[in-house]
C-alpha cells in the first residue's frame, strides 16, 4: 500500500489526513514535525499516521509526498530536502508555477498541483488537479474526485475561483445586517439567512448544475426573487465578480514575456 508523506502540517494537509485514514483501509502517512501540535493530534488520533524527526525523514520513506507548506516558506522548505526519482509529488501550494516545482523537487518526476479545500476530510469535494499524474488522482479520488486540468493557465483560472468564499459570506452578512437595519434580531438574523442558503445544498450537489436553470427556478415572473436579481444585474454585480476575478488570475499567471 502507497505511504504518503505530508510536508507542512497545516489546516488543508490535516484534511487530507483525515480524509485519508478515516477510510476503512488506511494507509500509512508520515508527518513533518512543522505545527508540532497538529501533527501530534493527528497521530494521536490515528493508528496508521506518525510525526517524522524531520522533513527528509519523511521522504525516505514516503512514496507520494504531499506538500503543503505556505508559499512563501516553499523554497526554504523545500531547497534543502533530497527527493527521489521515483517519488511522486502532490503540491497544494498556492502560486507556485510548475517550473518553480519542478526546480525545487527535481529529480522527482511525477510532479502534479492541486486546489484542495477542507470538504476533502468528508470525501466531499472533487479537487483539480494538474497535470492528472496516478498518484495525484489517486490520492485525490479517495478523498472525493479528481478534476484533471490540462492547461496551467485553466488550473490558475480555477484557483482564483476558489478565491471567492470571504466574497460569498460577506453577501450573506450583507443581508443579515440589513435584516437588523430593520428590526431582526442579530442572531436569529443570521440563522435565517444561515438557514436560507443551506438549504439550498442539495440542488448543488450531481455532475450536471446548471447554474442559470437554477436561478430561473428560483425566479418567479414578476416576482421578488426575479426583482432582487435584475437589480443586482443592472447594478453591474456580475460584470465586478468578472473583473475581480481578472485581477486574482492576473496575479497567478506570470507576466507575459516582453
Do not use: K
Not at 211 to 230: D, I, K, M, W, Y
Amino acid at each position: 500500500m502507497t505511504t504518503f508523506g505530508v510536508l507542512g502540517v497545516g489546516s488543508i494537509a490535516e484534511s487530507i489526513v483525515i480524509g485519508l485514514c478515516s477510510a476503512s483501509e488506511a494507509p500509512d502517512v508520515v508527518l513533518s514535525p512543522r505545527n508540532a501540535e497538529r501533527a501530534a493530534r493527528l497521530a494521536a488520533r490515528f493508528p496508521t499516521v506518525e510525526v517524522a524527526s524531520d522533513n527528509q525523514e519523511v521522504l525516505e520513506v514516503a512514496d507520494v509526498v504531499v506538500v503543503s507548506v505556505l508559499p512563501a516558506q516553499a523554497d526554504d522548505v523545500l531547497s534543502g530536502l533530497r527527493f527521489r526519482t521515483d517519488q511522486a509529488v502532490v503540491s497544494a501550494i498556492a502560486n507556485l508555477s510548475m517550473a518553480r516545482l519542478r526546480d525545487l523537487v527535481g529529480p522527482a518526476r511525477e510532479i502534479s498541483r492541486s486546489i484542495p479545500v477542507p470538504a476533502v476530510a468528508r470525501g466531499a469535494s472533487q479537487t483539480p488537479v494538474h497535470p492528472a499524474t496516478d498518484s495525484g488522482s489517486e490520492l485525490f479520488g479517495r478523498l472525493g474526485g479528481t478534476l484533471p486540468v490540462a492547461e496551467e493557465s485553466a488550473f490558475e483560472a480555477l484557483s482564483a475561483a476558489s478565491a471567492t468564499v470571504a466574497a460569498y459570506y460577506d453577501y450573506l452578512a450583507a443581508i443579515a445586517g440589513w435584516l437588523v437595519d430593520h428590526g431582526v434580531e442579530e442572531a436569529a438574523a443570521r440563522r435565517y439567512v444561515a438557514a436560507r442558503f443551506e438549504e439550498l445544498g442539495p440542488e448543488l450537489r450531481g455532475s450536471d448544475v446548471d447554474f442559470s436553470v437554477l436561478a430561473g427556478a428560483h425566479s418567479t415572473p414578476g416576482g421578488l426573487n426575479e426583482q432582487l436579481a435584475r437589480d443586482l444585474r443592472g447594478a453591474g454585480v456580475p460584470d465586478a465578480v468578472r473583473s475581480g476575478l481578472d485581477g486574482l488570475l492576473a496575479r497567478l499567471l506570470p507576466p507575459p514575456s516582453p
